[in-house]
């Protein structure tokens, strides 16, 4: 096997091994996370909580605990102090459709061979985005809506 053809294949499996991870526990209910749940439907202001709920299931698998990222069977970009995390436009395009070896996580569930990938919805997103753009060491202003997450998606 050749060089190249190696380390897709460690990509591979090291991304269907960060989303598997992930989505242990989410399947049940879709892959909405249990604790951000009921504090966003219920208009409270602890979208902070539920961010940090979302990105501690789904996001830190690969994004890291401390936002730092990885490299290693794969390259999983830092957020801690990336200035592409100044556009919440673009954190939310980003898991609304993906990027690179990143999944989509605004869909219906991409069912792959050994995992879906967890859906989120608005309101989910906006708070993991406002979390993201606050830690970290980020200190990005303004914050993104759930209605804007929404204006952001594509028609079925």
Do not use: W
């Not at 989410?26 to 604790?35: K, N, V, Y």
């Not at 940090?52 to 102090?81: E, S, T």
């Not at 673009?90 to 990143?102: C, D």
């Amino acid at each position: 096997m050749s060089a190249a053809k190696e380390a897709r294949r460690r990509i591979a499996v090291a991304a269907l091994a960060a989303v598997l991870g992930a989505t242990l526990g989410l399947l049940g209910s879709r892959a909405r996370p249990q604790s951000a749940g009921p504090s966003m439907t219920k208009g409270t202001n602890d979208t902070a909580t539920a961010g940090a709920d979302i990105y501690r299931q789904i996001c830190q698998g690969c994004h890291m605990p401390d936002g730092r990222g990885a490299v290693g069977a794969g390259k999983y970009p830092a957020l801690a102090g990336d200035r592409a995390l100044l556009s919440a436009r673009f954190m939310a395009l980003t898991l609304l459709e993906g990027r690179r070896n990143m999944p989509a996580f605004g869909g219906t569930g991409q069912e792959g061979f050994f995992f879906i990938t967890p859906t989120l919805d608005d309101e989910q997103i906006a708070a993991v985005i406002n979390y993201v753009r606050t830690h970290f060491g980020n200190h990005f202003r303004g914050t993104i809506s759930a209605a804007e997450v929404k204006a952001l998606r594509r028609p079925p």
